[in-house]
């Protein structure tokens, strides 16, 4: 079974398949993120510290091997391949462009879970970047947050909400961004359900939340000077 916090990146675009993948693996205790397209799934891997990603590799905007090659290049996080085309050619390829395993499908998804588990207990750490700005303090992690020393309690939304944000210093995010990267992939992801997590994570990050700058019409940027 995972430890706490084990998070797992999902890059699948079919939503019926997405969907069952997300449940059971939430429901076997890990923190899950779900990308549709090569374009999320390289900003997920890269920069919101996955330690495992789940990779197909027909995606709308490009191919898997793409994503599996600019990881290999960056040291990301291992990744285990999903897919429907399992010839031995494209089995080889995966692996040599680094994949740690191979699941055709169709597939059980407590297969999946165990390989992810097996994987986890020999596969590379995850990094672990800190963003300090104001008294505040990020460990992306270890998945806290303090102000003045003190833990805050942010929902599994607010703090992924918070880690896209702050690993983009004063780059300006829509709202649309954050709602695919950041959000329950099977909940509400308009613009208000954006907003309504970004006040309660101001709210809780009391005068530190002000790095939280609103970009009208667009979305939000961090942007630590704003506190003063």
Not at 70 to 76: C, K, Q
Not at 127 to 147: F, K
């Amino acid at each position: 079974m995972p430890v706490d916090g084990t998070r797992v990146l999902v890059v699948e675009d079919d939503t019926h398949v997405a969907a069952g993948i997300v449940e059971g693996l939430r429901e076997a205790g890990f923190h899950v993120h779900l990308a549709a397209t090569a374009a999320a799934a390289l900003r997920g891997a890269i920069h919101d510290g996955p330690h495992i990603v789940v990779l197909d590799l027909m995606l709308p905007d490009g191919h898997g091997f793409d994503v599996l090659r600019t990881l290999g290049e960056r040291a990301g996080p291992p990744v285990i391949v999903l897919t429907a085309q399992s010839e031995l050619d494209e089995r080889v390829e995966a692996f040599k462009l680094g994949a740690v395993d191979f699941v055709p499908k169709p597939f059980f998804v407590r297969e999946l879970i165990a390989r992810i588990d097996a994987r986890l207990r020999t596969g590379r750490s995850a990094p672990t970047p800190r963003v300090l700005w104001a008294d505040a303090e990020l460990d992306i992690g270890a998945r806290l947050v303090t102000v003045s020393g003190k833990t805050v309690t942010l929902t599994e939304y607010e703090h992924d909400l918070l880690v896209y944000l702050a690993t983009r210093a004063r780059r300006a995010v829509s709202r649309a961004v954050l709602a695919d990267v950041a959000l329950d992939p099977l909940g509400e992801r308009d613009a208000r359900t954006v907003d309504s997590h970004v006040a309660r994570l101001r709210r809780k990050l009391g005068a530190a939340g002000a790095a939280i700058v609103t970009v009208w019409g667009i979305g939000y940027r961090f942007d630590p000077g704003a506190c003063g």
